[in-house]
């Protein structure tokens, strides 16, 4: 089975604090996705990156950058985190023509 | 834009009950529909799919879901539930856009079984 693995499961981080979310499958997919979950927004595509180095905004980047440096590596980079981050963060991984597997989740917390 | 919409926020039923969720989307093209289901403490689990063919798609644990694209829609559906079905469910699409086919999903459904 292909497994997508957060490092963390829960993270509490200061406001203002440099934030690195880590996601790491080992199935050489192409395509790697960070959403968020909120109760009541369902899960929101924050970025996407479909190859190493490659990267693209989905629909609630503002405030978060990504880094593709490996294949099976894509990290979420809160650069000044606020309480508004506070959340569940999903990161997921496709082969193209194929379905999506997702990882246990980070629930971050912003204090 | 492309949307997903779940109109039900909080379902509750008792066991054996029958189950309908509503899922509609926006867009008008050529469309990927999944139902995802997750429960609690765990993550996101795919329940059923449909890309083309039988609009009628079969899932794990006794779930199915019909497309109807004339109605934009794709209802999950399950003639008789039951306490471990209690999680929150997810319609999702994709957008044929770009080489990711990035996902957009629903607000989400809470499904809540009684025993």
């Known amino acids: 089975d292909v497994k997508v693995t957060q490092s963390s499961r829960y993270l509490v981080k200061r406001t203002g604090e440099k934030v690195f979310l880590e996601c790491v499958q080992d199935m050489d997919h192409e395509n790697m996705f960070w959403y968020r979950q909120d109760p009541g927004l369902g899960l929101r595509l924050i970025y996407f990156?479909?190859?190493?180095?490659?990267?693209e905004k989905g629909d609630i980047p503002e405030g978060y950058s990504v880094s593709r440096e490996k294949k099976e590596r894509f990290s979420l980079i809160l650069e000044s985190a606020s309480t508004n981050q506070t959340s569940m963060y999903l990161c997921?991984?496709?082969?193209?023509?194929?379905?999506?597997?997702f990882g246990s989740g980070t629930r971050l917390t912003v204090v | 834009a492309q949307s997903v919409s779940q109109h039900n926020h909080h379902v509750i039923l008792s066991e054996a009950a029958s189950l309908e969720l509503g899922c509609n989307y926006s867009?008008?093209?050529?469309?990927?529909l999944f139902w995802y289901v997750q429960y609690p403490g765990q993550h996101l689990q795919l329940l059923l799919k449909?890309?083309?063919?039988?609009?009628l798609v079969k899932g794990i644990k006794g779930f199915e879901a019909e497309f109807i694209k004339s109605k934009f829609s794709f209802n999950l559906r399950k003639p008789s539930v039951q306490w471990s079905d209690t999680a929150e469910y997810f319609c999702a699409v994709t957008r044929p856009s770009g080489s990711a086919r990035q996902l957009t999903f629903g607000s989400g459904t809470q499904l809540t079984v009684l025993p």
């Open positions: 449909y890309f083309s063919g039988d609009p």
């Open positions: 997921a991984s496709r082969r193209s023509g194929s379905g999506y597997t």
């Open positions: 990156s479909y190859d190493v180095k490659m990267k």
């Open positions: 867009y008008g093209g050529t469309v990927n």
